[in-house]
């Protein structure tokens, strides 16, 4: 049996290779493991630890290393302590894979405590051009894992040319379009159980509504609490109700915090309910419904062309993103996000388009996983 | 003044960038800052710290980070307790730069603390190929830098095509040859002085002699004993006297030191003397004299281009790193250590070859790093 | 100049150690150094570091050591944290005797880092009894301390029972109370500021109201919620407007936290206000007019001595510390703690009683901390 | 099945606690755990983990945690190492008890994990006193433990005077003399298998010879090379063959290895026999034959007593020990050393005295952790 073992730092984290975890443990030649870590194991951004134990994955250690502070140093400290303790664990645990997901900061942690201990390296979502340090850390894992994830043309492309070999290459989609594709399918949102949660106003969902998500810039720290503002206040300007998530909690997100109370105390009337956390089951459907999905949350891009959501993407945290028609790209402006809005509102929802993945991701990657490896010493193509 | 700030992890470490850090010092422009940390604040390593100030830098901190025990585990630990301290003292230096040294497990600390701080990168000796791990942190380095100051043509090439922006990309040749071309001109080797350093057998070294330099390959962790075995025993046949070195304090150290010790135990006689570290002054002479040099130790190939060494290359860990005529490459046997070494005893010295710079990179990079500054925000140029 | 470090782990560190900090600063013999960690450093928890700068000390070095989570998981990792930094923070600054406060958790970190680098260690308000793992930290400490000084009698005589010399316990009493003998004479509660800050509701403090400061009870992990509710619902009977704060970083405050926002939920028309923190100086002009404080704070015992103010003390947080006149314990319930405050609403304001001190503690600090200092090597007297 | 968790860091360490082990291991109520970390991973002080595992018992985690360095910075933070890690492990294997054994430096990491998770402590071999900074570590841990296995009626009496509870003192013996009790029964040395570990002079063990033993002496640090010196010159001066075991890895064992390696050099005649480490079973038995043991090894005052061993014990390191008739202290020069061996030397072997227990400490330690625990809250008695 060969040993898979994930290592889950955060709620996207999860939603992100969920499906590859459930296609993991029920593949006949693979066993599956599970690391919970970083911001998965607190309760203040939601229990995700829970989560995945509801999900019947049993998590085999759970790390705390999330330093608070939420600044440029706590970022880098907090990646310090996962890398401290995953060796400890690995040796534990002996897998013969280790699989990252995508690009945040504690991702770096797992892939050197991999690397260093020469256990191969899976990694999804890799390849991609975003801006913001996660980019950096995207590509520099690329550098360092045996096997690669795709989840789009753009990206596999990418991925090669930066000299890793075709063979360990696998254009698979990306697993969250998996979830998507089943949450899409199934029963319909409980009004009343949905705004239970979270806090702010209510509303009647088959009124057209807008939905707001957006996080830090880690580049450009210090400037969230303005960024926040122009959407916010967009938001109130266009009249609409509409739900808003709490952010990421990168270096930066006190900022956006901040910037969400202060408008909550300003506007007391608002029409907007704020969520610290929504299930992607309920998120997704939510996107399906909503007149215009704003922010900078790649969701819209992703999930968004998937499913056919008007988006307004705004300032550069997505700034190189393969992107569909569903898209308007803004600055960081209340009339530049109002005008964007109003144009969807008079376009309407558009047509799914499959950039991310047919949603059978998690499947292919199992099969892969399962097949011959790649390896240790690996070296560039050219 | 901008501030640069120089982390030094090893001896090694050190000398590949003594003549940037007095070119910085010299600058009227900028301000040079030292950090110690990793096996050059151990004197089991060799007093690198005492060094640094003898040459008249001050270090600014000095963070003691090798955890025991030399083993894949401990390796990524190491770099965990550099990251852990590390953004402390960036926090109380405030540098505008971050200059970090080559490819050694610990320059992920490094890189990690000053990007995720938003400090900009510069890295030396990007580019190049190598084999083993160090060749992975190396690509990973150059996605996270923001100033790239490979040693040859061929590293400055590919460099571009992993995707990094030319204008941020500068050939300055390799800083240590800036010593090499000093040490070369300096006064002679005090015999008597050179071997009262070590334990072992003493010779006249106008006497042809051969030199060893062997380190751990890290992803052959546990092959070390026997890797030494072979070139211990290859120059017990060649009968010549010899210099060995101690191996870095990588993964493995152990087992070379193993070998080391067992063979020293066997051969009572033999003609072998031991260093624990050479100043590279010392060092540089000796491979201008030395009839041989034995070994995987990437000096062979760059400071013996330069010189014109005869190096018999041993195994994998140098497998893809530039080259001049100087060196024949061959597998972890005695035979075919003994072959190699006899065609170059036939051959004798090579002419210089400058693949690796001139002499003269350490002025190059104060330069750069006196000039235009990069965006902190990096993308991929494809 | 002697030099002398003080570690500041938290705001209430802060105010028992500052008017020593002041006198040290002012000795001519003495220089004083400050190191900022744990929840000192962070917004989250009120901006000790800003305070700590506008009162006119610098800080030497700022750590950032809390681990996210706040349960006994974290509360042990985040020490480790600060007893791997401090080291390399001592040696940077060189004290000749760090200063620690009390008996918080992080207080073992500055502990063990000072006594295992040999650096003499004075340790203030030990000696003391109150259950919860803070007594074994703090008698824990009193074997590991070079110069004590206790804050009251009765903790003077049990450090000399601990088998400490007389030479080196001081009873100088508390330094919180220098700064409650200073705020008693200042200038009155502007009431419009006050209410700016914090949440809730509004009054006239000429009125009778209570105040409520109550925080977890680390050896009752998971009872915080029911403790603060019982205490929330006793201020609802008693019909009373309040203030009441926020709890402190241990482990379990996160339940106090859920208590608090529940009751907020539950009655939209609570005559209470809440803060986050209140400055000391407003927090003793309280303690003077409030007609009773409620909760498990030390603040009820000790300032509330010197003061007179009238304590229901709730629970067994506080149970065995030396106590006045002033005080009731009652147990976590409703009724008891509303028979209490009756009680007192009866008797009115007590007579000031110097239990903790006559407000001259940091003075005596820094005379004992310039004249003449015991052995590195302790022993028990017995 | 009550779990009781024993945390290993060193040889030393492992000795003292092993009769205990088996015991627990054997008892019907009583499921042990075992934890390895500090110098107990490492084969640079001899592969306890290795003797662990052969003796029957299976680590349940592996935790390398020694900074490399050995002075007083890296001291304290390999605590802290072993700090930030435990608590993971611990919450992992859930143990009911955590059994701390002696002094060491590391010992605080387990103790401060396990009462800061709220997990009962049971401490071995508190309550004496010894000089140098582990005596404040004994009685700190004293303070924090639940459970007390003092080794001599000494440290018992001591050990109430510091406050605790008289049900939770138990004076059960040394359990390092279970094990001395078996060594002195077993089978003789084989001198060939003997000498051929280590490294230097070899002899007839008939012949009278002497043992040397020395630590470095923490609170004084930097004087340990001219103490081994001293050590040295004096076994040098007595002409008698003599076996000389390497130095414990506290801060400043590199000043005792410098002072040995130098010996080695300057006396290539030396009638010493050098020991990385000594199997305890041969150590006891060349205690039981040697004409005299020198140095400040705990073994000298508590085995010696147990088997009858003249000691000379040299220096501070061991000053308050109750101590027998077998032991004579000097200070650490040549001449003092010499006239106490000679006084020894005329003497012979002395009786045996059972101060340190009678050789059955493990059963009675295993048969308190099976009986009713106290309580996790405790208070001083006073």
Redesign the interface.
Known sequence: MRKICSVIGSRANYSSIKSALRAIQNHPDLELQVVVTA?A????YGSVATLIEEDGFVPD?????????E???????S???????????F??LKPDVVITVGDR?ET??TT??A????IRLAHTMGGE?S???D??IR??????AHIHFPACSDAYE?IL???EREETVHNVGCPRMDLVREYLDSSEIDERELFDDGVGSRFDLREPFLMLSQHPV??E?GAGESQIQASLEAVEELGMPAIALWPNPD?GS?DIARGMRKYREKYRDSKIHFFKNLPIHLYVKLMQRTACLIGNSSSGIREGAFIGTPVVNVG?RQH?RQRGANVIDVSNHKDSIVNAVRQHLTHGAYLQDPIYGDGYAGDRIATVLAGSMPM?????T?
């Open positions: 911001s194991v607190l309760d203040r250690a759970s790390i705390f290393s999330l330093i608070e502070g600044t440029p140093v706590t970022m880098a400290k990646t310090a302590l996962g890398l401290l303790e995953l060796p400890t664990v040796s534990q900061f770096m942690a050197l405590a690397v260093y201990m020469n051009v801006g913001t340090v980019e950096s590509h520099a894992i690329t550098k360092f990418r040319k930066l000299g880690t580049t720290f270096a006190e550069t190189a240790i010493q690996k070296t560039i050219y």
